[in-house]
């Protein structure tokens, strides 16, 4: 009998291949987190909670994708990133030489005092320094190694030389002065829009160090659209990814629970068994890549890691939970360096709570959004058949990627013209948008209420107040809060409210779906949640408003952290 050893990167070469697959895990017995999984979760997740938030096809490549590439350290950001430090190196190099050059001549005792020499000497010293760490960080980029963050400090400002340099300029060596104060200004001058070469380098060296994103964005920056859409490619280029809505598990029960819902497992599945579920995949999907990609003679394609993106945290009941999530981190990375984190929010949440943000970077998406709204349009207007080119002005009116959707669905198929009376704003869509649903509703159930009874309007208020303190709704639950949200008792009965729900989920004003554990000897009973949050904060205030105007509230009353 011969035996062969297998290790690790034998074993991981052999689960790759499609025979493989579904196989039993060797280092616990549990079923593999294959990518095939990953894409089936996303599909269900586009066509249930997604479908009224993403549209793939649409989407615009903006910051969110960058932030997310830097973080994984993707080989075409490590190839820019290369590039920009070899520009650098360059001039160091350049500006290295033109001072030995003018340190050697003859005469430089004579001309410059010693504790001027002294300063040359040391900017000569604070070039070596970066030229050591511009050169590190060509290394790590080109490998796709992590590295600890640099502490570099200006030592001299180098204006002070070129003072120097002027002040003797008749000197015989004037070729030589000039060549120098070149070399120094071009070293020197606003690298890439940053001060100076020790900011530049200090933050190139934070990008290709671990760590973890949390995005902060106003309501409607298109947050959930940019997670959606890196994950979407991501899947389809093979690397490991997972987005999760964040209302839709426990952040109080544990990274565990909410990976065990997420994905869909078993409770018999531990939290380590998880990691290393995760992490696995990564690896399997790591060598099926390393083994179908074209080498790179200069930049080496980046390790797999598996990415869990974490939306909305504002939107769940248990958002105060999710920062202890977040604090967990850095030791979740340091047991399982295979797995990044990217977690999105509105600014508020953060506002009194601290976290590491060495490990877990902030970024703030500028008011536009993930991408400005105007370079979207053009795409949205074709896809939605809507003639502007006469209306062109409008491009412009529209400030963020809520009011453009609500507007194509309102207009779309449509010619505008200048005589057009047309909404910009999502209060405004939102209302055009209820009142049209109210409408087609009513006519679809046979005329049941008046215009002026505002059915539609009443039944999401009532739900949206309900969401305030629950994250869903149960199908009984939300008929009668519809029934009862009525100015009129008895106009709407039953099987009314009923057909209501299943409308509102059809024009994508709530979301249905079956809770994944139910009793199987009960019929399942659906669930419902509002379909985005901006529509949630429209409902209320809007009720807050009428309530001031018509004198039954002196005092806004304001939803627990809402902005």
């Known amino acids: 009998m011969i035996l062969e050893l297998w290790d690790e990167s034998r074993l991981l070469t052999e689960l790759q291949y499609p025979e ?7 280092w616990f017995e549990r079923e593999e987190i294959s990518l095939e999984s990953l894409k089936k979760r996303f599909e269900l997740a586009k066509n249930g909670w997604l479908r009224e938030r993403y549209v793939s096809s649409l989407h615009g490549s903006g910051y969110i994708c960058n932030y997310i590439s830097e973080m994984l350290g993707v080989s075409t950001y490590r190839r ?51 030229l050591q ?45 000039r060549d120098l104060e070149r070399a120094l200004v071009d070293v020197h001058s ?15 060296s934070s990008s290709l160090a671990t760590f973890n994103l949390i995005i902060l964005g106003n309501p409607s920056t298109g947050k959930t659209h940019g997670l959606a859409n890196y994950v979407e490619n991501s899947l389809k280029e093979s690397f490991p990814a997972l987005l999760i809505r964040a209302k839709d598990v426990r952040a109080d029960e544990g990274w565990g629970s909410i990976l065990r ?3 869909e497992l078993s ?56 920062i202890e999530r977040i604090r967990e981190l850095k030791t979740i990375n340091q047991l399982n360096p295979k797995l990044r984190f990217c977690v999105s929010s509105r600014p508020y949440v953060f506002e009194n709570e601290r976290v590491d943000f060495d490990i877990n970077r902030q970024i703030l998406l500028p008011l536009e959004g993930d991408v400005s709204v105007s370079e979207q349009f053009p795409a949205y207007v074709k896809h939605y058949n809507i003639d502007v080119s006469k209306v062109n002005w ?9 009011s453009l959707k609500l507007f194509c669905e309102e207009y779309a198929g449509c010619s505008l013209t200048p005589s057009c009376s047309m909404h910009t704003t999502v209060p405004s869509l939102l209302r055009s948008k209820i009142y049209r649903v109210d409408k087609e509703i009513c006519s679809t159930l046979g005329n049941r209420w008046g215009k002026s009874d505002y059915v539609i309007l009443r039944c999401l208020t009532a739900l949206a107040k309900f969401f305030l303190s629950n994250v869903e709704v149960s199908r009984n639950e939300g008929c009668n809060l519809i029934k009862s949200s009525q100015t009129r008792a008895g106009l709407i009965d039953d099987s009314t409210a009923g057909r209501i729900l299943d409308h509102l989920v059809n024009y994508g004003l709530l979301y249905e779906y079956i809770p994944q554990y139910h009793d199987i000897l009960n019929p399942p009973e659906q669930k419902y949640q509002i379909a985005f949050n901006s529509l949630n904060d429209y409902l209320i205030a809007n009720e807050k408003v009428e309530e001031i105007v018509s004198g039954k509230s002196l005092q806004l009353s304001i939803r627990n952290k809402i902005d």
């Not at 606003?190 to 190139?204: E, G, W």
């Not at 018999?268 to 080498?295: F, M, P, Q």
């Not at 930049?299 to 999710?322: A, K, M, P, Y």
């Not at 409008?394 to 809520?402: F, K, M, Q």
Request: charged fraction near 30%; aromatic fraction near 12%.
């Open 20 to 26: 493989a697959e579904g196989i039993r895990k060797f």
């Open 80 to 130: 820019s990133l290369v590039s920009d430090l070899t520009q650098i190196e360059t001039k160091i190099i350049k500006a290295l030489n033109e001072i030995e050059h003018f340190l050697s001549l003859p005469d430089i005792n004579i001309v410059y005092k010693d504790d001027e020499i002294t300063k040359f000497e040391r900017e000569k010293k604070a070039l070596m320094t970066y």
């Open 133 to 177: 760490a511009c050169q590190y960080l060509i290394n790590a980029a080109k490998c796709g190694a992590y590295v600890d963050p640099l502490k570099l400090e200006e030592t001299i400002g180098f204006r002070e030389l070129l003072e120097l340099l002027k002040n003797r300029s008749q000197w015989k060596y004037v070729i030589t002065f």
């Open 190 to 204: 606003s690298p890439f829009d940053y001060p100076d070469l020790a900011t530049y380098f200090n933050k190139v």
């Open 261 to 263: 819902r997420s994905l």
């Open 267 to 322: 409770e018999e599945w531990s939290t380590d068994e998880i990691w290393s579920g995760l992490e696995a995949c990564a690896s399997i999907c790591d060598v099926k890549r390393a083994l179908n990609k074209d080498y790179d003679s200069e930049i080496e394609s980046e390790i797999t890691r598996f990415l869990i993106c974490i939306d909305g945290i504002d939107e769940s009941t248990t958002w105060n939970s999710w």
């Open 394 to 402: 409008v491009r412009w009116a529209i400030r963020d990627l809520l």
